[in-house]
C-alpha cells in the first residue's frame, strides 16, 4: 500500500482556494500533507481528519519563525510546513480565517506579488535586451540570441499571468471588500 504521494499544485496565485480544498478533502480520506513546494503538495497516509488549510506569505528573519507561529497557534491555526516564504497552516472547521478583513487581505496580496512582480520585471528586461541583440547583431551571435530570446519569451508568458492573477485578486477584494474566503 502507498503511504506516501505527491499531488501538483494548480497554481497558488490562480487557484489557491481551490488547492486548500483539495487539500481538505484529501485530509478527510487520511492523506495528511507533510511537505510543499511551490509546485505541489507532499502527502502521507495517516488518520482521517476534517481539517482546513490556509497559506501566508512572509518573509521572516532569522529567529522570528517560532514567534510567528505561536501567533497562528493562539488563533487555533497549526503550521503544517513552509517553503521559502510560503507558509501552510491547518485548523478545524469554524476557526476563524487567517484573512477576514479586507486591509489584511490586500497586506497579503502584496507580500505574495512582490517576489513575482520583481521576478516578472527582470524576465521582461532580459528578453527584451535580447531581443535588441537578436535584432541589431549578425551571424552566430543573432542565432544564440534568437534562441534566448526565445526561451526567455517562453518564460516571461506564465509569469506575467501570474503577476496579472495576483494584482487581478488585490484588485478584487480592494472593490468589493471581498476577502480570500468569500466566493
Not at 42 to 62: C, M
Not at 153 to 178: D, E, Q
Request: with cysteine; hydrophobic share 40%; charged share 25%.
Amino acid at each position: 500500500m502507498v503511504k506516501t504521494k505527491f499531488i501538483m499544485s494548480e497554481g497558488l496565485a490562480f487557484s489557491e482556494k481551490k488547492d486548500m480544498e483539495k487539500l481538505r478533502k484529501l485530509s478527510s480520506k487520511g492523506w495528511q500533507v507533510t511537505k510543499f513546494k511551490v509546485i505541489g503538495y507532499g502527502l502521507e497516509k495517516g488518520k482521517k481528519e476534517d481539517n482546513i488549510y490556509s497559506i501566508d506569505y512572509r518573509k521572516l528573519e532569522f529567529g522570528e519563525d517560532e514567534d510567528y507561529i505561536e501567533l497562528f497557534s493562539l488563533a487555533g491555526w497549526s503550521h503544517v510546513c513552509s517553503s521559502v516564504d510560503i507558509h501552510l497552516f491547518k485548523a478545524k472547521p469554524g476557526t476563524i480565517p487567517l484573512y477576514s478583513e479586507k486591509e489584511t487581505t490586500i497586506d497579503r496580496y502584496n507580500r505574495q506579488g512582490q517576489p513575482v512582480y520583481w521576478f516578472t520585471t527582470i524576465l521582461v528586461a532580459i528578453a527584451f535586451l535580447l531581443w535588441i541583440f537578436a535584432t541589431f547583431s549578425i551571424g552566430l551571435t543573432q542565432q544564440i540570441s534568437k534562441w534566448l530570446f526565445i526561451t526567455s519569451f517562453i518564460m516571461v508568458i506564465p509569469a506575467i499571468m501570474t503577476s496579472g492573477a495576483i494584482l487581478y485578486h488585490k484588485w478584487k477584494c480592494a472593490r468589493n471588500g471581498s476577502h480570500l474566503n468569500s466566493n
